[in-house]
């Protein structure tokens, strides 16, 4: 088991470029792995549930970097202010107020991405690109003085027709060129274990990697 967690871990590192930041998704598998890959040198990982990243966090080493990378319900929001490091699935106006708040609160600031909607099928959480920009232009506004909108982040359809894929990720580049024409950007987070390398392609600079690291999951997470 460890010595296949190593394999993946550095055939992954191994070949991604330096300017793209690597969030091991460790969501479902438990601490010892999550250790396992703290001690290859991995010190950022994403959780999607509120409940399994609190747990995580108070068992495991403090200078882990937490990102939140599933739906986040505003009645969460409390649970994770005072230790995440970035929240990267904000997907409505009323959910960046309660972080702002919550951030506040806890005497930080906290670093978020605009989650967009960008599969053509309809599952997939998001925010049009019209909400994105309202919102966008309401924190330039000075709207949520307690939260720093660092990028993007995007999932692409469910699907292994790569040019779909590549044109779902291009769409989001294209996206974030123009926002970061306003306001520069730091972080457009597009890329999953299947896909991750063409994301990279399209701009990613943020993948997201859990089942190529950890394994397959054993429920749908
Ligand atoms: C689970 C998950 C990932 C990682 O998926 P893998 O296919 O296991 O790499 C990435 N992003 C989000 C939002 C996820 O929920």
């Known amino acids: 088991m460890k010595d296949l967690l190593e394999q993946n871990y550095h055939k992954i590192?191994?070949?991604?470029?330096?300017?793209?930041?690597?969030?091991?998704?460790?969501?479902?598998?438990?601490?010892?792995?999550i250790l396992e890959v703290y001690h290859?040198?991995?010190?950022?990982?994403?959780?999607?549930?509120?409940?399994?990243?609190?747990?995580?966090?108070?068992?495991?080493?403090?200078?882990?970097r937490w990102h939140l990378i599933g739906h986040l319900q505003t009645n969460k929001v409390k649970y994770i202010a005072p230790f995440v490091d970035m929240i990267e699935s904000v997907d409505s106006g009323k959910l960046l107020r309660e972080i702002d708040r919550q951030a506040e609160k806890n005497h930080r600031n906290i670093s978020v991405l605009l989650q967009v909607k960008i599969a053509e099928e309809d599952t997939k959480t998001g925010m049009e690109i019209s909400e994105t920009k309202e919102l966008f232009q309401q924190y330039l506004e000075g709207a949520f003085p307690h939260i720093t909108v660092k990028g993007l982040m995007g999932?692409?359809?469910?699907?292994?027709?790569?040019?779909?894929?590549?044109?779902?990720?291009?769409?989001?580049?294209?996206?974030?060129?123009?926002?970061?024409?306003?306001?520069?950007?730091?972080?457009?987070?597009?890329?999953?274990?299947?896909?991750?390398?063409?994301?990279?392609?399209?701009?990613?600079?943020?993948?997201?990697?859990?089942s190529a690291i950890f394994g397959k999951r054993n429920y749908p997470a």
């Open 155 to 210: 999932m692409a359809t469910f699907t292994t027709d790569q040019e779909q894929i590549r044109r779902e990720f291009s769409f989001l580049k294209t996206f974030y060129d123009r926002l970061s024409q306003t306001h520069p950007l730091e972080i457009l987070s597009i890329g999953m274990s299947d896909d991750y390398p063409v994301a990279i392609d399209c701009g990613a600079n943020n993948v997201r990697v859990g």
């Open 40 to 64: 290859l040198g991995q010190r950022l990982f994403g959780e999607n549930k509120v409940q399994e990243l609190v747990a995580k966090y108070e068992t495991l080493p403090k200078d882990i």
């Open 13 to 33: 590192t191994a070949t991604l470029p330096a300017h793209v930041q690597l969030v091991a998704v460790s969501k479902t598998h438990p601490a010892e792995e």
